[in-house]
């Protein structure tokens, strides 16, 4: 499941909740009590240790905890309902996407004492998780302290690809449908496990796009330029791989573990997944893991991207407990725990010190992470990473146009003006 933006934002419905349209259940909360909402990830170790570490820290502080543990692609749905109802927690885990657009709202509390006083305790931060908490549409405050870098490694079958002749890794995405082609053989296996319905995995469409030399905007970050004969190519190519049957059925329709059941029941040769699948072949499936490879996301016809996004630990504007929220922050910091919590978790070095942790050498998928947090290229560049940007993302505009195409067959030019509209109808707002 996507760390790039595992991103898991369901941004209307965060509107629906607002304006009264909807209403999605949140957690209710004790008053007597510091309350945790914690990302659920796709590992029980990762998870619990970290739920034992926030305990640890209410009874050292002689603080009642509660700690939620909340699927990451429900995150955004609960806080929605949590600020309608006045229900929010004391401190929560939260995407930097998210993050932009809560930060907007007044909904988040500026931590920039927090975040210097954990660079300076750990080596200093990378320079990727430094520049995504200080992009201009923050306003110059920081408000989010990162834990955690997220993004995708290309996974790929080498037991079946490698006897075809095909040694290494694709280096572009159009040699990696050839290799899905001659490789698959459906219904049993499909060469390509991308997701392309309304979650956060899908948004790579957007990464592809981009590195078929597609903009999602111009480079001020105000005018949409969705209309382009690179975004035409990038359709076409898409497009055609899906009527060749080369996407597993359902992808339209996934949800975020769809990736990782396709990959796991041995049904996909190709995945992009941030770790989580090798977290669990590792213990459920050492065949598997032995069967795969890793490698960096292919290049398009104009350039080679490899997304970094990061996950965060944020302050609710409206936390009884912002000062002890403060001091949890520091004190997840601790390096043995998080050596330890990566060891287990899906996500690459926010600190210097923490690239030394041994996992980041002796794990394949790791070693992947390690590489995208230190040469990824932060936020949605070449885009702009600002809050249309990430509205437009939690909108899944990219794969909602795709979906245009391969499920309600609109033309691609139809699709491209019907999806310009919504993405400057965003733009505007932020003008």
Partial sequence: MNALRKRTLVFMAFLMVVVGLGTIPA???????????????????????????????????????????????????????????GTMPDAMDVAFDFALLLSGQGQLEPVDAAYEAVGKAHGGWLDAADKLVKVPDFGGKIYGVPFGMSGNVLFRRNDVLEPLGYKDAPETW???????????????????????????????????????????????GKQ?????????????????????????????????????????????????????????????????????????????PKMRLSPVSTWMRGIPAKSKFKAEAADLISYLADEDFMSAYYSAAIYGPVLHNYEKFPI????????????????????????????????????????????????????????????????????????
């Fill in 224 to 300: 949409c330029t969705i209309d382009s004969p690179e975004t035409r190519s990038f359709l076409t190519w898409i497009t055609k791989a899906y009527a060749d049957g080369l996407f597993p059925p359902g992808v339209t329709t996934w949800d975020g573990a769809g990736d990782n059941t396709a990959y796991q029941s041995g049904n996909a040769l190709f995945i992009a997944n941030p770790g989580s699948v090798q977290v669990y072949m590792r213990t459920n499936d050492p065949d598997l893991e032995k069967a795969t490879r890793y490698s960096a996301l292919p290049a398009g």
């Fill in 174 to 220: 159009e040699q990696l449908s050839e290799m899905a082609a001659k490789g698959q053989k459906p219904p049993e296996t499909y060469g390509m496990g991308f997701a392309l319905s309304n979650v956060g995995d899908a948004n790579l469409t957007t990464t592809m796009l981009q590195s078929w030399g597609g903009r999602i905007a111009d480079d001020a």
């Fill in 27 to 85: 957690p209710t909360r004790a008053q007597d009590k510091f309350v945790y909402w914690g990302g659920l990830i796709f590992s029980e170790e990762a998870n619990n240790a970290f739920v034992k570490r926030v305990e640890e820290w209410g009874k050292e502080k002689n603080i009642p905890v509660e700690v939620v543990m909340i699927n990451q692609n429900e995150l955004v749905q609960k806080v929605s309902a949590a600020i309608e109802a």
């Fill in 360 to 431: 980041f050498s002796e794990s394949q998928v790791h070693v992947g992470l390690l590489d995208v947090a230190q040469n990824g290229a932060p936020g949605g560049f070449p885009d702009v990473s600002n809050k249309a940007f990430a509205e437009y993302q939690t909108n899944f505009l990219t794969p909602k146009m795709v979906q245009r195409i391969v499920v309600d067959n609109l033309s691609i030019d139809d699709a491209i003006k019907e999806t310009q509209a919504a993405c400057q109808a965003i733009y505007d707002k932020y003008k």
